[in-house]
């Protein structure tokens, strides 16, 4: 297993690892259940790949920060799937939170997500979701609703095996 910091070049193997965060100041009072985060881990399971975790936290950057640095740092899970918190609204800080801990960008991911979901509904260009690398973690935003969480998660599942391989450590190349 190649941990940061480690100076080995021996990939991690196995099943990917996701964590799940869903961010919701309703689901985080238990008004409200986790129909988002369960919908995201159906699929992830579906793809042969392992939940390590999934949370529910309140519309608060700071928290929403600390556990993606948590998830990545500590956990290091190849992948965190956020849902909720992507919106207009005031309390949507999902975003922010998101590009606070990130190293690196990978803007494909979202921009994927937003380009095919306006094939569903012109309201996919409110999404302001953000995608990018934490260490050997990649952090993708997906939207609160279960349809358009599901949705999106299915627009960049293809692509997700071949990036999470190489923050992995896979080195061959990427042209087909």
Same mark, same amino acid.
């Given at each position: 297993?190649?941990? %940061?910091?480690?100076?080995? =070049?021996?990939?991690?193997?196995?099943?990917?690892?996701?964590?799940?965060?869903?961010?919701?100041?309703?689901?985080? !009072?238990?008004?409200?259940? =986790? @129909?988002?985060?369960?919908?995201?881990?159906?699929?992830?399971?579906?793809?042969?790949?392992?939940?390590?975790? %999934?949370?529910?936290?309140?519309?608060?950057?700071?928290?929403?920060?600390?556990? @993606?640095?948590?998830?990545?740092?500590?956990?290091?899970?190849?992948?965190?799937?956020?849902?909720?918190?992507? *919106?207009?609204?005031? %309390?949507? $800080?999902?975003?922010?939170?998101?590009?606070?801990? @990130?190293?690196?960008?990978?803007?494909?991911?979202?921009?994927?997500?937003?380009?095919?979901? @306006?094939? $569903?509904?012109?309201?996919?260009?409110?999404?302001?979701? $953000?995608?990018?690398?934490?260490?050997?973690?990649?952090?993708?935003?997906?939207? *609160?609703?279960?349809?358009?969480? %599901?949705?999106?998660?299915?627009?960049?599942?293809?692509?997700?095996?071949?990036?999470?391989?190489?923050?992995?450590?896979?080195?061959?190349?990427? !042209?087909?």
């Amino acid at each position: 297993m190649k941990m %940061r910091g480690s100076g080995e =070049d021996a990939t991690r193997q196995g099943p990917f690892r996701v964590a799940i965060l869903t961010v919701s100041d309703k689901g985080a !009072a238990g008004e409200r259940e =986790d @129909l988002s985060g369960r919908a995201v881990e159906e699929l992830v399971l579906r793809e042969g790949w392992k939940v390590e975790v %999934r949370e529910v936290v309140p519309d608060e950057a700071v928290i929403v920060e600390e556990r @993606l640095r948590y998830f990545c740092d500590r956990l290091r899970v190849d992948l965190v799937l956020t849902t909720g918190g992507t *919106g207009m609204s005031p %309390r949507d $800080v999902t975003p922010e939170a998101t590009r606070r801990v @990130l190293e690196k960008e990978a803007p494909g991911f979202a921009e994927a997500m937003r380009a095919a979901s @306006l094939r $569903v509904t012109p309201h996919a260009m409110l999404s302001r979701a $953000v995608s990018g690398i934490r260490g050997s973690t990649l952090i993708v935003n997906l939207p *609160g609703s279960p349809k358009g969480a %599901r949705e999106n998660l299915e627009v960049i599942i293809p692509a997700l095996p071949h990036g999470l391989e190489k923050l992995r450590g896979d080195t061959g190349e990427c !042209a087909g």
